[in-house]
């Protein structure tokens, strides 16, 4: 199995900035992509960024030149770095791996979801 470990969350002021963490751990073979989604209250879960075992990354049209995505290869861990933030980034956070798992083949995984809150 595999579990993601999210954290950096919390509160912040518009015009602020935040860095969620990721760290994927258990029974990994091999990582295709690792990304981040949100959804917000009476909304859809979102995609916000994605990181393929290429490096080549994707964004939601709404974080481009506001998000970050990367990632550590060696601790299996991604990175969001959220700057700019408006109020309409408010939501959960939920980590997401895609990739194959030793003995179960491919696996799509999810965290536990982080909460950002975006108000003054």
């Known amino acids: 199995q595999v579990q993601l470990a999210e954290s950096g969350g919390g509160l912040v002021q518009p015009g602020g900035s935040l860095r969620l963490s990721c760290a994927a751990s258990g029974s990994i073979g091999t990582i295709y992509v690792m990304g981040w989604y949100r959804q917000a209250p009476g909304k859809q879960r979102e995609l916000v960024a994605t990181?393929?075992?290429?490096?080549?990354?994707n964004y939601a049209e709404s974080v481009k030149g506001r998000f970050t995505i990367s990632r550590d290869t060696t601790k299996n861990t991604v990175y969001l770095q959220m700057n700019s933030l408006k109020p309409e980034d408010t939501a959960v956070y939920y980590c997401?791996?895609?990739?194959?798992?030793?003995?179960?083949?491919?696996?799509?995984?999810w965290g536990q979801g982080t909460q950002v809150t975006v108000s003054s």
């Open positions: 997401n791996l895609q990739g194959l798992v030793t003995g179960l083949g491919y696996g799509n995984y």
């Open positions: 990181i393929t075992s290429g490096g080549g990354t």
